[in-house]
């Protein structure tokens, strides 16, 4: 079994990123727009803030009253669109129920959208060209097995899980690199015998030690996306990972995993949509 190290990778896209930055008169620069208190949102967001600022990105932090109106967030959205200075804009998510997601998302310009949320590169990334920017964990689940060369082509890909943000464009993703793909969710029946013929079993479903070794089939890959704390603040993933570690050839531990790699290429497409605005790519 070989320890799908996400650390070691992120910080080798940090400090490629860092190189190219040190050499920039104008820095990138990215906004990130967080409404309300969720605990879990500002931890996020802190670290992207953090982080970007250690690889010589700028970073705007926008704060909103849990009760701002969609006309106000959306009027702020177009504000940052016709702000040179931006390069790439994010709403954390997920928003509070009153505020409609899909049309702040529908708002950001398409050359800004840091996520790859915006049904332009969402559609792109589904078709199978380039988008100006794909969404950060998939992206940086790809980017793992790439550096472990693990070429997903003809494999059986299968993803518990059918999120926007993470399954469905890593479905995507897969399929172009010719991967066969199945996406499992909630309602799949029999769902420990798909999972048992996969090459690589991608989870993500939120949902703590979900994934048992009887769901792995001898030698395969498990993607762990998933990360949750108990009531007494561990940390865990949704992948049973001392069941079920002994059984693969490879595996992303929970933290340091994929978890890891999320913030990286957040930074890798802030610069990108840096590049692509000044015709540089
Ligand atoms: N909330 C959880 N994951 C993400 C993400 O990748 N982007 C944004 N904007 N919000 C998130």
């Not at 690589?200 to 993607?223: E, F, H, M, P, R």
């Not at 007494?232 to 992303?252: L, P, W």
């Not at 340091?256 to 999320?262: C, L, P, R």
Request: proline share 4%; with cysteine.
């Amino acid at each position: 079994m070989i320890l799908i190290d996400g650390k070691t990778t992120a910080k080798k896209v940090f400090d490629k990123i860092k190189t190219e930055t040190e050499n920039l008169e104008k820095k990138p620069a990215i906004a990130v727009i967080i409404v309300g208190n969720d605990p879990a949102s500002k931890i996020y967001v802190n670290r992207k803030h953090k982080k970007a600022k250690e690889v010589g990105i700028n970073s705007l932090v926008i704060e909103f009253d849990e009760n701002i109106s969609q006309e106000e967030l959306e009027s702020k959205i177009n504000e940052l669109n016709n702000d040179d200075s931006i390069n790439a804009i994010l709403v954390q998510l997920p928003l509070p129920k009153h505020l409609n997601t899909y049309r702040i998302i529908e708002k950001i310009l398409p050359i800004k959208d840091v996520d790859g949320f915006h049904p332009e590169n969402a559609g792109k990334i589904n078709i199978g060209i380039e988008a100006y920017a794909a969404p950060c964990t998939p992206l940086g689940v790809m980017t793992l097995l790439d550096e472990y060369k693990i070429n997903p082509e003809g494999k059986h890909a299968v993803i518990i899980g059918r999120s926007n943000i993470v399954s469905k464009p890593l479905a995507s993703m897969l399929l172009s690199k010719n991967a066969t793909v199945t996406i499992c969710h909630s309602k799949t029946q029999n769902l420990k015998e798909i999972a048992s013929t996969a090459d690589i079993l991608v989870v993500a479903t939120g949902k703590a030690n979900i994934v048992t070794s009887d769901y792995v089939k001898q030698g395969a890959v498990v993607i762990d996306v998933g990360i949750s704390r108990d009531k007494d603040g561990k940390i865990h993933g949704d992948v049973d990972f001392d069941n079920v570690a002994e059984k693969t050839s490879y595996i992303t531990p929970v933290p340091g995993g994929v978890g890891a790699m999320t913030i990286a290429m957040l930074m890798q497409n802030t610069l990108r949509l840096y590049k692509i605005q000044r015709g540089q790519k």
